[in-house]
């Protein structure tokens, strides 16, 4: 009968290994180092080049319902927080196989649900000890000596021109030595026998720069040092700024200036930790080597800080940004220009040169400009056929009487450029051309709303709504110029930059010379956007590079190994006592399989080792150190100090950061854990709902049969 169940099993859970299957192929996907691949479209013979599970997953065919749900759950992680898919597919498949596992040892349904569901929920509270304060975070990197090593000796050289070269994006600093300091406990809400610790600790801070600094609880009075690290705090220490913080700009601010091309790339106020160089350096730490975006996001951050006044909590407002890509220039000529940089005809190109030199009047749409569009809500009458609904009397073509009146109202009020949310006619933005209007359609609400606000004007859903109150004052259009002042001709496309006084949009200009690559750097850019975002927002991050998946790990393990206690636990108040005795540690051990492989894979594709079992063998060594520690989580956060849970090996980014750890979001982090689990249960719980095959009978006279629903 065992194995007459394990046939079943094998057969009845399809959804399972389906999910295992393509969650494999994004396996590549997880950790720093990810290996792209190429999806080719095979109507057309292009290919893409793909590293987020996102664009993974929207590329395969997808016709069973698991990947469909699967494709849901992705999407869903996306939606939210533009970050930790990888995760979620990984821990999908991981999981998917750890369930498979546990079916064929024939333990019920409803016992890996339940002890599933507890042992993920017990390793998020856990955890929660390991996050660290993003006030915290950026007091400590804008105080240490954090520097990419390719621009290091570079930083003397900097001066007028250096700044405004693409390639010289990032904020510099001068080297200090930054001092000792005590830093209160006050994120620690797991109440367990580990979080003793922190009465004499290493702070996970201690690594982002060049002195260590020892954390102790809040009203320790008393000198601790961290045995064997040679390192020892005082609480009479405290903390001295040594040295200040320059940013030049050439000019005034890039927002009162109609003429003057982007060219104050870095630009911010003195050495606050909380300001734009803080956002800088909290930016590379959760980049996790992608040095592009970083570059960008440093001049963004500079460009809001400069525009707001710069308080306690810095935000990056991301309403406020938009992204162009342009297709032949080097991606050194990528960077952050104010306003709207967008890819014009060279017939509007022509248009725009003529306009370069007026201030112009502007006209928002939203809605499609096209003498077909309505609104939606929109009702016809009812029992009416509308045959045309404005006569020629002259008998000229259909809808040359609309192309006329809607001229017409643009150059009663002379309205100079036209913004529309959706489509434009074309035959409408070539008489607007010939009469001198410059028309822009497909224009993000968030542009219109950025436009509206520097302008004045007011976005309406027809022109026949147009009033001299809905038209705005102040905006300007002019060819878009490179960091070495040149204008780009891309061939069929020209790009301009239309902007306005006092606008705070900003458009991250992405430039590469292969197509394939434009979708991923647009990717890339906006993922380290929303990390950063939810950094800010979470108000804490966690450390990286594995750190946070180790405690689970030996979480569970110790879990596992635990004396059974009934009375305080929920999976035992669900199940049977002789299941829970029997089923709970082979069931934890298969969750923390999930976690063993995710390390073993993360190691891997980082290079660290050459094989999952080598791999897997440096995990089993972190486990049993953390176990001789007594603390798992001062042995990780020590780990991590001294420069990461995993590392060891060859660096991987020898000619990027140095002296800078790697940082993850909590929420992002926590909640694709969950979301992984979740559907990992409900395609199990849904397979084992619906039987089929010759053994029924045996399956409802076996002890199990009130797991099942027969249809």
């Not at 533009?82 to 995760?87: E, I, R």
């Not at 112009?360 to 016809?380: A, P, S, W």
Request: aromatic share 6%; glycine share 8%.
């Amino acid at each position: 009968l065992p194995m007459a169940f394990r046939d079943v099993n094998a057969r009845r859970h399809i959804g399972l290994q389906q999910l295992s299957s393509l969650a494999s192929t994004g396996r590549t996907f997880l950790g720093p180092m990810k290996s792209h691949k190429f999806i080719v479209d095979e109507s057309t013979n292009q290919s893409t080049l793909i590293c987020s599970a996102v664009r993974l997953i929207e590329s395969l065919d997808l016709t069973s319902a698991a990947g469909q749900l699967l494709n849901e759950t992705i999407q869903a992680q996306n939606k939210e927080f533009k970050t930790g898919m990888s995760t979620l597919l990984f821990l999908i498949g991981a999981w998917s196989n750890a369930v498979v596992e546990c079916l064929q040892q024939n333990i019920p349904v409803p016992a890996i649900v339940s002890v599933m569901s507890e042992g993920l929920n017990s390793c998020c509270e856990r955890v929660q000890c390991l996050q660290i304060p993003i006030h915290d975070v950026k007091k400590e990197l804008c105080s240490s000596r954090v520097r990419p090593k390719g621009f290091e000796s570079k930083t003397g050289q900097v001066g007028r021109d250096g700044l405004t070269n693409p390639q010289n994006l990032l904020c510099f600093q001068r080297d200090i030595s930054a001092p000792e300091e005590v830093i209160p406990i006050n994120s620690c809400s797991h109440h367990g026998d580990d979080c003793n610790f922190n009465k004499c600790l290493v702070s996970p801070l201690v690594g982002f720069g060049s002195v260590a600094s020892v954390v102790k609880a809040a009203g320790d009075k008393s000198s601790s040092a961290l045995s064997g690290s040679g390192v020892t705090a005082s609480s009479c220490v405290t903390r001295k700024l040594t040295h200040s913080r320059h940013f030049s700009t050439l000019g005034k601010s890039p927002f009162s200036s109609q003429q003057g091309n982007f060219q104050g790339y870095l630009s911010g106020p003195s050495a606050d930790p909380c300001g734009c160089c803080g956002l800088g350096h909290l930016a590379m730490t959760l980049s996790h080597g992608n040095q592009t975006s970083v570059k960008l996001l440093q001049s963004i951050a500079a460009f809001q800080q400069e525009g707001a006044e710069c308080s306690g909590s810095a935000q990056i407002n991301i309403a406020e940004i938009v992204t162009c890509c342009m297709l032949g220039l080097p991606e050194s000529y990528s960077c952050v220009s104010p306003g709207f940089v967008i890819l014009v005809s060279p017939e509007q190109a022509t248009l725009i040169k003529h306009l370069a030199d007026k201030s112009l009047r502007i006209v928002l749409m939203d809605g499609d400009l096209t003498e077909q569009y309505r609104h939606l809500g929109f009702n016809r009458p009812r029992n009416v056929r509308t045959i045309l609904e404005h006569p020629s009397p002259q008998g000229g073509r259909a809808g040359d009487t609309w192309l006329s009146r809607m001229s017409d109202i643009l150059m009663s009020f002379g309205v100079n450029l036209v913004l529309v949310k959706g489509n434009v006619c074309e035959n409408f933005m070539e008489r607007c051309m010939a009469s001198r209007i410059l028309v822009i359609g497909c224009v993000a609400r968030n542009v219109l709303s950025a436009f509206g606000a520097a302008t004045g004007a007011q976005a309406v859903t027809y022109l026949s709504q147009l009033n001299a109150s809905c038209v705005g004052n102040g905006a300007w259009a002019e060819l878009w110029k490179a960091g070495d002042g040149r204008v780009v001709d891309l061939g069929k496309l020209v790009p301009a930059r239309i902007s306005a006084g006092g606008i705070t949009l900003l458009t991250a200009v992405l430039t590469t010379a292969l197509p394939s690559k434009v979708q991923l750097l647009e990717d890339q850019f906006w993922t380290l956007l929303y990390r950063l975002h939810h950094a800010l927002k979470d108000g804490k991050v966690f450390p990286g590079g594995g750190a946070v998946e180790l405690l689970c790990l030996s979480h569970i393990q110790a879990l596992a190994e635990q004396p059974e206690r009934p009375e305080k636990d929920k999976a035992a108040r669900e199940l049977p006592s002789p299941w829970l005795a029997e089923y709970k540690s082979i069931v934890l051990q298969a969750l923390a399989s999930g976690w063993r492989r995710y390390l073993s894979v993360l190691l891997c594709n980082m290079a660290k080792a050459s094989s999952e079992l080598e791999a897997g063998t440096a995990v089993d060594h972190h486990l049993q150190k953390a176990a001789a520690c007594g603390s798992p989580s001062a042995y990780v956060l020590e780990e991590f100090r001294r420069g990461g849970v995993l590392r060891g090996g060859s660096d991987p980014f020898p000619d990027q950061l140095t002296d800078l750890k790697v940082c993850d979001n909590v929420a992002a982090k926590t909640e694709a854990w969950r979301r992984a689990l979740d559907l990992v249960l409900l395609v199990l719980q849904t397979d084992a709902e619906i039987i089929t095959g010759p053994r029924r009978n045996q399956i409802l006279s076996s002890p199990v049969s009130s797991e099942f629903m027969f249809l």
